[in-house]
Nanobody, 120 residues
């Protein structure tokens, strides 16, 4: 299981960085993704990155505010979230799979989730 961390309470306009440790869990050359589930809503795609970090993909709702990256030497992926809005409040999940797709079914490995609350 992947280990996600970094969630918390932040004011609107603030920033947070989520971290996901993949060590010993995922095969080499796997893509990784972030998904989120807001209260009462379906889980949705947030961002994905390919195995070497050369290509990243974002949901329209976070494009320009969130940046996904990875450090393969540390077996860690990151989601830098800036200019946070109340609608970003959700449990954020990291995942890993063969390719950086937007569909949940493309990912074989999942983290336990970390809660992000954006509120004044």
């Amino acid at each position: 299981q992947l280990q996600a961390s970094g969630g918390g309470l932040v004011r609107p306009g603030g920033s947070l960085r989520l971290t996901c440790a993949t060590s010993g869990v995922t095969p080499d050359h796997y893509a990784t993704g972030w998904f989120r589930q807001a209260p009462g809503k379906e889980r949705e795609f947030v961002a994905a990155i390919n195995w070497n970090g050369s290509s990243a993909y974002y949901a329209d709702s976070v494009k320009g505010r969130f940046t996904m990256s990875r450090d393969n030497a540390k077996n860690t992926i990151y989601l830098q979230m800036n200019t946070l809005k109340s609608e970003d409040t959700a449990v954020y999940y990291c995942a890993a799979g063969p390719s950086p797709r937007t569909e949940e079914s493309s990912y074989n490995y999942w983290g336990q989730g970390t809660l992000v609350t954006v509120s004044s």
